[in-house]
C-alpha cells in the first residue's frame, strides 16, 4: 500500500508560477500528476516512467517539469507560465505495473492523493 499526499496548490496569477509536491509513503516505480477541472474528466499531465523516463501531455509540455527526489520519496511537478486553462484539482498517482502504453490513463493507476487545488486567475 502507498499513501501519497499532495501540497502546494494555491492562487496565482496567469504568467505565474508553482511547485506541487507529493510526499510518498511507499516506493512505486512510476509516479505521475493528472488534473481535473470543473465538469471535466481526470486528464493526464506528466509522468515519470520507472523512475527514468519522463511523459508530457501537449498542453502542459515545455511550461511543467516532473521531478522526483528518491532520496525522499517525493514527487515535484514545476508549473510554469500558467494560464486559465491549468486550474484545477491536480492529483498525485502512483502504480508498479505500468507498462509504457498504459501511462496517461488514470485508470490504470492504482495510488492516488486526495488532491490540491490550483486556480490560475487571468
Known amino acids: 500500500q502507498v499513501h501519497l499526499e499532495e501540497a502546494g496548490g494555491g492562487l496565482v496569477q496567469a504568467g505565474g508560477s508553482l511547485r506541487l509536491s507529493c510526499a510518498a509513503s511507499?516506493?512505486?516505480?512510476?509516479t505521475g500528476w493528472f488534473r481535473q477541472a470543473p465538469g471535466k474528466d481526470r486528464e493526464f499531465v506528466a509522468t515519470?516512467?520507472?523512475?527514468?523516463?519522463?511523459y508530457y501531455s501537449d498542453s502542459v509540455k515545455d511550461r511543467f517539469t516532473i521531478s522526483r527526489d528518491n532520496a525522499k520519496n517525493i514527487l515535484f511537478l514545476q508549473m510554469n507560465n500558467l494560464v486559465p486553462e491549468d486550474t484545477a484539482i491536480y492529483y498525485c498517482?502512483?502504480?508498479?505495473?505500468?507498462?509504457?502504453?498504459?501511462?496517461?490513463?488514470?485508470?490504470?493507476?492504482?495510488?492516488w492523493g486526495q488532491g490540491t487545488q490550483v486556480t490560475v486567475s487571468s
Open positions: 498517482a502512483a502504480d508498479d505495473r505500468l507498462i509504457q502504453s498504459s501511462l496517461r490513463r488514470a485508470a490504470e493507476y492504482d495510488y
Open positions: 511507499g516506493r512505486s516505480s512510476t
Open positions: 515519470s516512467f520507472r523512475g527514468s523516463r519522463t
